[in-house]
C-alpha cells in the first residue's frame, strides 16, 4: 500500500510485487466509475501467487488525494495517472503487462493501450461496450445522463435502505457479499463531486464514445471482452458489437464472454468462473505470443 505524488494528485496504489526485479506477468486493474479498486481484492488473492497485481484508485476516488485547483477529469488525465504509475513500476519496458479493465475504466485503459502497445501481452474490457449513433440518442442514454446529476445531489441518500439497495441491485443479476455493497456505497458517496459528474457526462458524451468505439477496435493486442447479460447501468449489447467489430476489422484475437446471469459486477458475481476465464485468456495469449503470430 503505497502513495505515488504526481502532479494531479497523491495517487494510492498496491502492488503484490516488488517494484525492482520483479520480472512476472503483471496485470493491472482499472477501475470503473466512481469505484475505488477494494472490489478486485477477491480476483487479486487468486491471481497473486503467479502474477504480480497493481490496483490503483483514480483520482476523485478511495484513497487518493486529489490536488487543489482540481486537475481535468478528462479519459486523457485518468490515463496520465495511470502512465505515471506504471512508469514508476518500471512495467512500460518490456512486454509483460495484461490490462484489465471494467466499466468506465475501459476506456481510460484503452487510451494508456495505444500509449504503450508494446507493453501488452493483452487485454480484458469487462462492461465497457461501444455504441453507435442511434443508441447514444436512445432515451435509456438521456435516462442514464440525467441520473447522474440527479445521483451527485442525491447520494447521501444511498446509505439508507431502500436506497441502498436500488442502487446495488440495478448493477447485479447474481448476490454479491454484504461487505462489497458496503463498499460500493461507501466508494460513491465519498468520491468527489466534480471528479463522478466529469466522468459520468464523458462516458455518455457522443464524440468521447466515438473516440473510443475506434480505439478499442484498434488495439494492438489480444483482447478478452466479458459481458454480463443482466447488466442494468450499462447495456451488455455494447460488448458485443465491440466484440463483433474486432472480429471483422482487426487481426488480433478477440475473444468473448458471456455471463448470462451476472450482471456488472461478474468479478464478484461469479468469482471463480471470472478468475478461470481470465487465466485462460493469458494462457492462451501466452501460447499465441510464443508461436510468434
Known amino acids: 500500500m503505497s502513495h505515488l505524488d504526481i502532479e494531479r494528485c497523491l495517487l494510492y496504489y498496491e502492488d503484490t510485487g516488488s517494484a525492482s526485479g520483479d520480472s512476472r506477468e503483471t496485470v493491472v486493474f482499472f477501475n470503473g466509475w466512481s469505484i475505488s479498486s477494494r472490489y ?9 501467487p503467479r502474477y504480480r497485481c497493481v490496483s490503483f484508485d483514480q483520482s476523485g476516488t478511495g484513497r487518493t488525494k486529489v490536488k487543489r485547483p482540481l486537475p481535468p477529469f478528462t479519459v486523457e488525465g485518468f490515463a496520465d495517472e495511470a502512465e505515471k504509475l506504471l512508469e514508476e513500476l518500471g512495467l512500460l519496458a518490456g512486454r509483460r503487462l495484461h490490462i484489465v479493465a471494467h466499466s468506465m475504466g475501459g476506456m481510460v485503459a484503452t487510451e494508456v493501450c495505444n500509449r504503450f502497445p ?57 448476490p454479491i457479499e454484504s461487505r462489497f455493497r458496503d463498499i460500493f456505497v461507501e466508494d460513491f458517496i465519498t468520491s468527489d463531486n466534480d471528479a463522478s459528474a466529469s466522468v459520468g457526462r464523458f462516458t455518455i458524451a457522443p464524440l468521447t464514445v466515438g473516440r473510443y468505439t475506434r480505439e478499442a477496435v484498434g488495439i494492438r ?73
Open 40 to 48: 478486485w481484492k477477491p480476483l487479486i488473492e487468486l491471481l497473486f
Open 118 to 174: 508494446d507493453a501488452l501481452l493483452s487485454v480484458t474490457i469487462v462492461n465497457c461496450g461501444i455504441f453507435d449513433d442511434e443508441l447514444l440518442k436512445s432515451f435509456h442514454h438521456v435516462l442514464l445522463g440525467a441520473m447522474i446529476g440527479l445521483s451527485m445531489n442525491l447520494k447521501g441518500l444511498f446509505r439508507f435502505e431502500p436506497f441502498k439497495s436500488l442502487f446495488i441491485d440495478r448493477a447485479i443479476g447474481k
Open 221 to 293: 493486442a489480444p483482447l478478452l471482452c466479458v459481458v454480463g447479460m443482466a447488466d442494468r447501468t450499462i447495456p451488455p449489447e455494447g460488448m458485443i458489437t465491440l466484440y463483433e467489430r474486432r472480429k471483422e476489422r482487426s487481426g488480433w484475437p478477440t475473444v468473448l464472454e458471456i455471463f448470462e446471469d451476472a450482471g456488472h459486477l461478474p468479478m464478484l458475481e461469479d468469482l471463480p468462473r471470472f478468475s478461470a476465464v481470465l487465466q485462460r485468456h493469458f494462457d492462451s495469449v501466452r501460447e499465441y505470443r510464443r508461436s510468434g503470430s
